[in-house]
């Protein structure tokens, strides 16, 4: 689990029981991870589409992190931007 | 009255008195755990619209792919995310929680803890290796100084770049920031798994410098190199280093290449990187 307890004050699962919280925080990282996976592809250009679906074959997951971060202009932005629209949809 | 029924007042009344508290206390925590159920059902129906809504995008791209394309995807999805998941966005997920207003900790007080983190985050990673990515960093720019004061730098991808003294300052300042603020993101990694992170930072910090110094002079784009490198070529490199190893005289713009060989050339201007 990526995500510490801290974060349960943020979004208002502390009163859980342990084993809730970290159910719910396993269920928005997954969230976050499907969006970005989904997201990324359309950022690429036609070219590294291409690329990226040869590469997928065969790489690690380092190499796809690796191959996004570099073709992806502010991939990290991009992560950012689906934590924060997951977790505010998740506050509200 | 009977004894009996005189008795059974009694108890009764006795039985009363004690179950009193015992049924507000029960009653509070039915209360408490109905309203926790209650809790987790809408917490639970903001999770089912959420997947709803990452369902619908993941149509909406799907009628974009090819069928290959489709099944590719699909058979590779938890890879993807593995890599998805791989350093940068779990910091982004922290930062982006952070910066929603978790914990005690305001923004105006950043500077403050994030200083405390890095301390931890150097706990956690051993000190040679941070070091280590501090040298690779400096070693990356594997430049030698000019005359006229400015370095020659060479990519590991084989692109040229020149940066005077004072902008190579400020980069190893930006620099050094950014791994700073690297380790800080890092810490809830590093807590857990320190050789994970090594590898991560590690990768990182040997790809970087490419990647930066290229994109700041190809396209102009917000580096950490911005501004502070400007394109040369690989005839200025091989120029120089003729000039250094076997002394032959750099010539200016206007001038043929002399051949001249000077004797006992001084080496002392060579990158200690270099030696």
């Not at chain 1, 590294?48 to 992190?65: E, H, M, R, T, V």
């Not at chain 2, 305001?106 to 941070?130: C, G, L, Y």
Request: aromatic share 8%; hydrophobic share 35%.
């Amino acid at each position: 689990m990526i995500i510490n307890k801290k974060i349960f004050l943020a979004i208002g699962i502390e009163n859980l029981s342990a084993k809730k919280q970290e159910e719910i925080v396993n269920k928005l990282e997954n969230i976050i991870l499907d969006r970005l996976s989904i997201r990324a592809i359309k950022k690429l250009s036609l070219e590294n589409k291409g690329k990226y679906f040869q590469l997928l074959k065969s790489a690690k997951p380092i190499d796809i992190y690796n191959f996004l971060s570099k073709n992806i202009s502010n991939f990290e932005g991009l992560a950012q931007q689906i934590a924060e629209e997951v977790v505010s949809d998740f506050k509200e | 009255m009977s004894l009996e029924s005189g008795f059974g007042s009694v108890f009764n009344s006795k039985k009363t008195i004690k179950e009193e508290p015992y049924k507000a206390e029960e009653d509070k925590v039915v209360g408490e755990l109905l309203d926790l159920n209650k809790e987790e059902a809408l917490l639970e129906g903001k999770i089912e619209i959420a997947e709803k809504k990452t369902e619908t995008e993941q149509e909406s791209l799907i009628k974009e792919l090819s069928q290959k394309e489709v099944s590719l995807f699909q058979e590779t999805k938890e890879k993807i995310k593995k890599g998805c998941q791989i350093g940068i966005v779990s910091m982004m997920i922290i930062t982006s929680l952070l910066a929603a207003g978790c914990g005690a900790e305001k923004p105006q007080k950043v500077n403050h803890w994030s200083q405390i983190n890095i301390e931890e985050a150097r706990k956690a990673v051993p000190e040679d290796v941070t070091e280590g990515w501090v040298q690779h960093g400096l070693q990356s720019i594997g430049s030698w100084k000019e005359n006229e004061g400015s370095f020659l730098v060479r990519t590991n991808k084989n692109e040229y770049y020149r940066i005077n003294e004072e902008n190579l300052e400020e980069f190893k300042e930006r620099m050094s920031n950014y791994i700073n603020q690297y380790l800080y993101y890092s810490i809830e990694i590093a807590g857990r798994d320190r050789e994970l992170t090594g590898k991560l930072l590690d990768t990182r910090i040997k790809t970087w410098f490419d990647e930066y110094v290229e994109e700041a002079v190809d396209q102009e784009r917000e580096t950490i190199a911005y501004g502070l490198f400007e394109k040369s070529f690989s005839s200025e490199w091989q120029k120089l280093k003729d000039h250094v190893y076997f002394g032959v005289e750099q010539s200016d713009e206007n001038q043929e290449k002399k051949d001249e060989v000077i004797q006992g050339t001084d080496l002392s201007d060579l990158d200690p990187t270099l030696k």
